[in-house]
């Protein structure tokens, strides 16, 4: 069989993009309520007020991964429905109930929570204290991450600390296009990036002393990266700008973590370099870590990696004279005009690229256990539910995870499509759509209905289970103009 028998076939959300509920219960506000209520911040000012409204139809996603076949489901806490104010003082038991009721009903359904502890969405009252820019903030995490392993961690075996913080930091707090909508460019990504990596390494140094004897589960924070590559293999400048490039997203975060316990020297070189160029005088824009902090070193027990595109790269024009990631980073990342784009502007679907990446991290970060922890591909515009081109993609990229196991070595336990249904896509609202289900936003029931896409992906899982998926996929000609 071409996946290990015990392989995990999944499907991810996010709280803020599918519960609604936002104010249900005594729930605490979130920095993305807060945002999505300011004007012109948001696609149409749409909000996730209600979104798929999952804290009342939580059954109905249930029937939903029932209908998928999934083995795992990857969901996240919101800390504010848990924690209104985002501390342990006050432990909203509603929010308790709720989850403690969506782990069993997965459980009694042979279905395994892969819980992420924060995706995206702040408490509100943490935010008005200074948020991830405060240092304050990873005591203040690593709190309500002991408390959710103290409450759920008898049934979740698996653990992701925190979703994508290339994207909370930069988007957040440099480009202000995410909550909490900050733009303060070239320093407050840095350190957001910097005191998020301290608390997931308190989160996981917690849970390695006090739960992990009893509860035997682990733990991880989920790094997104696309698979970039030279724009020319045979030009140095385009080879080192895709290396630079790579130390300022994958390794921002997998470096400190898999590598050396510090940021990687491509990076805080590029940083120190144009800082001396415009004559920054402030401290080093990318913190140190000093003796007071946890060890960040080997805070993972697998690689989570969250995957959608391919870039090729060259060097910037290295003309910018202010500070920001921009001009730190200096390249320019170029789409492959023959690269089918799906859906938004910047999804080209490279399946290829995926299985490159895969390589690269066995290779890079000492061959660790990986779970894909995100994939997906979205619509925009006119819904097709026979959205066949996406349900090809699904087959074509789930082969080259199983040629990165088979050919390449890679240890891959797990693949998460994204999405389980159709939600709030952050700052695009709900127009654009990654479901494997078609949720009707118009519909006061909201209904769930199976893409094709989604009929494919449960195939893939019933076929990979019986051996089938190998002779289907072998007739498909190779095509990857990746080099």
């Avoid at 408390?147 to 979740?156: A, H």
């Avoid at 990342?333 to 895969?358: F, N, Y």
Wanted: hydrophobic share 35%.
């Amino acid at each position: 069989n071409m996946f290990p028998r015990d392989f995990a076939w999944g499907a991810g959300t996010a709280a803020y993009q599918i519960e609604g509920g936002s104010q249900a219960d005594l729930k605490g506000p979130s920095i993305w309520d807060t945002f999505c209520h300011e004007k012109g911040r948001v696609f149409e000012d749409q909000n996730g007020d209600v979104a798929c409204n999952s804290y009342e139809l939580w059954d109905k996603d249930l029937e939903c991964i029932h209908q998928l076949g999934l083995t795992h489901y990857r969901l996240s806490f919101s800390w504010a429905r848990l924690l209104p104010d985002g501390t342990t003082r006050h432990v909203n038991q509603k929010g308790v109930k709720y989850y403690n009721k969506v782990i069993d009903d997965l459980l009694s359904s042979n279905v395994s929570p892969m819980v992420t502890l924060y995706h995206f969405d702040l408490p509100q009252a943490l935010q008005d204290q200074g948020g991830w820019k405060s240092p304050i903030i990873a005591v203040l995490f690593d709190s309500y991450a002991k408390f959710c392993f103290q409450t759920f961690g008898d049934r979740v075996k698996l653990w992701i600390t925190i979703n994508e913080p290339y994207v909370c930091a930069k988007l957040g707090n440099e480009d202000g296009i995410h909550a909490p909508g900050i733009q303060e460019k070239g320093t407050a990504a840095y350190l957001v990036g910097h005191n998020m990596l301290r608390a997931h390494a308190m989160a996981w140094h917690s849970y390695d002393s006090v739960y992990r004897r009893e509860q035997k589960g682990e733990v991880s924070l989920a790094v997104n990266s696309d698979w970039l590559e030279p724009l020319r293999h045979d030009h140095e400048e385009d080879i080192a700008a895709t290396e630079r490039n790579r130390a300022f997203t994958l390794g921002w975060f997998a470096w400190p973590v898999f590598v050396t316990g510090d940021y990687p020297e491509i990076m805080r070189c590029a940083i120190e370099a144009q800082s001396i160029k415009v004559n920054y005088s402030g401290a080093s824009r990318l913190p140190r870590f000093t003796s007071d902090d946890p060890v960040i070193l080997g805070t993972a027990d697998f690689f989570a990696l969250n995957y959608y595109t391919s870039r090729k790269v060259k060097p910037g024009q290295g003309v910018e004279r202010n500070i920001c990631m921009k001009s730190d980073r200096n390249v320019e990342e170029v789409l492959d005009p023959s690269w089918p784009i799906c859906g938004v502007s910047w999804l080209a679907v490279m399946p290829c690229g995926l299985r490159k990446l895969l390589k690269y991290i066995k290779e890079t970060f000492n061959n660790p256990v990986v779970y894909v922890t995100e994939n997906g591909f979205s619509q925009v515009g006119m819904l097709q539910m026979e959205d066949i081109q996406r349900a090809g993609y699904y087959k074509e990229t789930i082969l080259e995870v199983s040629k990165a196991i088979q050919e390449d070595g890679v240890d891959v336990r797990g693949y998460f499509a994204w999405s389980l249904m159709d939600n709030f896509e952050w700052a695009d609202g709900f127009s654009v759509r990654f479901g494997l289900f078609h949720v009707d936003f118009s519909d006061p029931k909201l209904r769930r209905t199976m893409y094709r896409s989604g009929k494919e992906y449960s195939n893939i899982i019933a076929d990979t289970n019986n051996g089938a998926f190998l002779w289907q996929s072998k007739r498909k000609k190779e095509k990857c103009n990746l080099h």
